[in-house]
C-alpha cells in the first residue's frame, strides 16, 4: 500500500555496491593514516633511544678495558631497538598497504557508480 507523497527509496544493486567500495576504501585510508601517525611516532622514540646507545656505546669505547662493560649496559638495549625497528618496518608496510587499497576500492567504487553500462 502506497500513501500519496511517499516515494519508493530503492536503490539499484550498482548503487549499493558503489556506495560500499568507497565507504570501504575511505575506511582503509582512515586506518592507514592512523597507523602512519604511529609509526612515525615509533620512529622518533627509536631514533632518540638510538642516539643514547650510540653516546654510551662512544663513551665505553674509549678504552679496550671500558668496552665490554659498555656492550653489556649497551647490548640488550640495541636488541630492543632492532626489535622495534623491525615492527616499525612492519606497520610501515601495512599502512602503505591499505592506502594503496583504499585508493584503488575509491576509484573503483566511483567507477561503478559514474560510469553507465550499456546495453545491448
Known sequence: MKIEGE???CMKPKKVIGIAL???GAIMLFFSNYIAEQVS?????IQDAQQKVDT???LFSKSKYTKPV???FTGSAQKKIDAGQADVDKYESMSNNLKIGGIILIVIGAGVLFIPIRRK
Open 22 to 24: 568507497i565507504v570501504v
Open 56 to 58: 654510551a656505546d662512544s
Open 7 to 9: 516515494k519508493e527509496f
Open 70 to 72: 659498555g656492550e653489556m
Open 41 to 45: 611516532s615509533g620512529k622518533q622514540q
